[in-house]
Each structure stands twice: as structure tokens, then as C-alpha cells.
């Protein structure tokens, strides 16, 4: 394994890139060399798939035709053959698939198990481990005390030995909310205002689950800002195809009762580096998070430039711009431009996408802070461009709002 830094090294190119002779330090890589489009996190080879841990070392290697040239640190662990590994919960005692996970091998099963996102984001599937030991890589984004405790997520859990499991203890069980006030901001948006039993500590931009019943959630993000708004807010998107998003449109009224769970997510401003340089971008709904964190870093006193870009294809999708403008006035600091995409571009506005406008308008994003929210193709383009752009990959702050398509829920947040 080569080192760079300190730090073992695997290069990631595209299959059949060369390199100019002199265009790397000399490094020795292991046999074979692995190869990815993206910047993906498993890769394949003859030896098996493998989890990768990237840390970007110093930006791109140059000298890489046609393709993506990192340096990574990378530690490398097997993801566990699991043909032989048993899982016992409740009446269940069975043998997971290779490679399947915890939570497929329950539901296969007809394990009465809630779940949303799939990909371990929303945490709605939480499990704790009464006996064994769940693999770390299902328990990464999970907060210290509940890794003590067991705690892991059976969405993305492939364990290597014979795990007992039950569902959370009572203390982490959901909690009441009472609907105490429904608004459409847009078309398709609508913002929900929610009045918990107990006090709750959350911070703008992160997500809660929202329940319609026992099983069936949703995760959506918080707009609101505890110092200056007296309960929760949501953002709620109308899917055509969404079970949660239509009831919340369509039958949810001012006084019912819901259960919520939560907060979770880390796109959220933290205080420290007030004259940092902050660009957000978002699309759709992607704006609660947004909102929540732009007016969470001006009440704190964050002095540094905050730049806001919220895109739609056309004005009836942009939201809250009266909000944003008023802000802008108020705040010297703070910029709001509405993209709209489509090709009818009203007065005011900037033409095209969201994150290509603003990486037009700022082409050198080294030292800013980045928080991109909404559509998943956005947010992956706007990430890679942004570090390409010089922006370090500690300072770029994602979430990603895959679409439920009805079925089956696909991500969280749920725009």
C-alpha cells in the first residue's frame, strides 16, 4: 500500500486513464489497482468488495487523463460473508443471505420492523444488539452513548457473527406532536408546525422522523430556530406518488396528533469560525434546512459572507422569497438569489441552475463552508464541483433528498 502524507494512499482512476510519466510522486500501489467512476465508496476486485473510509489528502493528483484522481486514506475492511451469520429477533431465528442486510433479512420475514431511508441516514430502523456485536460500519453517524449501548442500524448492517436484536428501548421511543398550524408556501410545499409534549433539543437543519402511524415515517428537515421560533417547523414536499407527503397535504389537520423521533443529521452551523466565507445551495424543499441554518448563523452574530442560492425550473417553485429579501436587507452580510432553470426567467431572478449559478458567481471555494440540500443529482454534482473548485471536503456539508416513489421509502430527508 502506498503512503502520501503519512497516510496509506490508493489512487482511484477511470478504467483505461494514463499517466504521464512525470506526473506523480513515486508511489507503490497494491496489485491489482482499483478503479471507479466516481467517488465512490466500495469498489470491486478479484479479492472481493471493499468498504472504503476516504480522507482527501491534498486535493487532485495531477496528470490523470479522463479521469477522477484522488488520494485517499482509505482503510480497507472486507464486507463480511454472511451466508453463516444467524440473526435471531423475537419468534425469528434465521441465516441472513450473502451479503444481505439485517433489516432485508427481517422484512423478507415479515418482521413487523419500521424503516424509511434504507441507506442508514434516517435512523427509523434503529436496532440495539441484545447479544453479539454489530460491525461499526452500521453504527457510524450514531451518537457515543447509544454505541455503547449496542445500538446499530440493521439498514446497512452486514455483521460478521450471530447477532440477537431488538428493537429500542423505551427511552428512545417516539414522542407527541401536535399539529398547531398548516401553511402552503408553495404549490406543492407545505409548512407543518409542530408543538411537542416535551421540550426537545435540536439544531436548524437537522431532521426529524415524522410517523403517520407506528410504521410508516417519513424524515424531514427543520427549518425552524429554537431562539426565534416557538415550535417546529417542516417543509412538507407533495409527492404524486408519496404516502406521507399526501396525507400531510390531503388529511393531516390543525390539532391531530402525531409521533416524531428525533433529531438526527449533522447540516447544521456550528459556531467557531465567524468570518468564514458560507454558500448554500439548494432546490425545492431543500430550502427548510437552508433557512434554518442562514437565520440560525446571523443570530449567533456570524460575520463572514453568507450566500444563499435557492433553484426551481420556474418561479412557482421558489418559496419564502419575500422572507429571504427582507433578511437580505437586514443583514449586510447576507445574499439571496432565486435560480429558476426552466426557460422563462422573470426579472430578479438568475438563469439556470442553482448550483451552477453560484458556482459561477464564486469559481474559488477554498475556506468556505458549503451546505448543499434537495435534489440527490444535485447535491452529488455540486459536491464534486465544489471540491474541485478548491473547497475542503470537511467543509462541505450535505443532505441529500431522495425521492419516495410510493412503495417503497428511498432516502431521508423526504423532500
Known sequence: MGRLGGFPAILLAQRGAQTRSNAMPSLDFPSPVFFVRELDVKLTSSSGSLDLYPLVINGLVRGIDRAYALCLAVKPIRVGDTAMVSIRYADHCFQLEEQQSVLDGLIDRGADVPFSCRSGICQTCLMRATRGKPPESAQRGLKDSLIQRNYFLPCVCHPTEDLEVAPPSDDLAGMPATIKALELLAEDIMRVVLECAAPIEYRPGQFINLHRDGRLGRSYSIASVPKLDGHIHLHVRRLPEGR???WIHEELRIGQTVEIKGPAGDC?????????????????????PLYGIVRDALDQGHAGPIRLFHGSRDRRGLYLMGELRELAGQYPNFEYVPCVSGPEVPPGF?????HEVALREVPNLKNWRMFLCGHPDMVKLAKKKAFLAGASMKDIHADAFLIDRGAAPVSAPTP
Open 268 to 288: 447544521y452551523y456550528q459556531p467557531g469560525n465567524p468570518e468564514q466565507a458560507m454558500l448554500l445551495v439548494g432546490t425545492g424543499s431543500g430550502l427548510a
Open 350 to 354: 438568475a438563469a439556470g441552475r442553482a
Open 244 to 246: 406521507v407527503s399526501r
